[in-house]
């Protein structure tokens, strides 16, 4: 069993900045991909960002390029997710999971999933 714990939410006006964290406190963390996805109210769960297991290669939902960044310590067992230029329809709950196919996008690859971390924007 893997268990997510993500961190780091908040509130935050239009243009600012906040890290997400999420932490695996096990020795398989290093052997997954992972993923952030968002839940906005009303909506359903999208995908936001992706990173390999070893960090090398990034994936990005087209409304977050350029002003998101996903990263990862395998030291510390965790992943992150540095969120810039924040708008109001950045406001969701983000999760963190483990992916364990080869569609970073298809949420039904992802095997662990974090309980999420509000992040809400004012405008």
């Known amino acids: 069993q893997v268990q997510l714990v993500e961190s780091g939410g908040g509130l935050v006006q239009t243009g600012g900045s906040l890290r997400l964290s999420c932490a695996h406190p096990g020795r398989t963390f290093s052997s997954y991909a992972m993923g952030w996805f968002r839940q906005a109210p009303g909506k359903e769960r999208e995908f936001v960002a992706h990173?390999?297991?070893?960090?090398?290669?990034?994936d990005y939902a087209e409304s977050v390029k350029g002003r998101f960044t996903i990263s990862r310590d395998n030291i510390k067992n965790t992943v992150f997710l540095q969120l810039d230029s924040l708008r109001p329809e950045d406001t969701a709950v983000y999760y963190c999971a483990a992916h364990s196919g080869v569609r970073v996008g298809a949420q039904e690859e992802y095997r662990y999933w974090g309980r999420g971390t509000q992040v809400t924007v004012s405008s």
């Open positions: 990173i390999s297991w070893n960090g090398a290669n990034t």
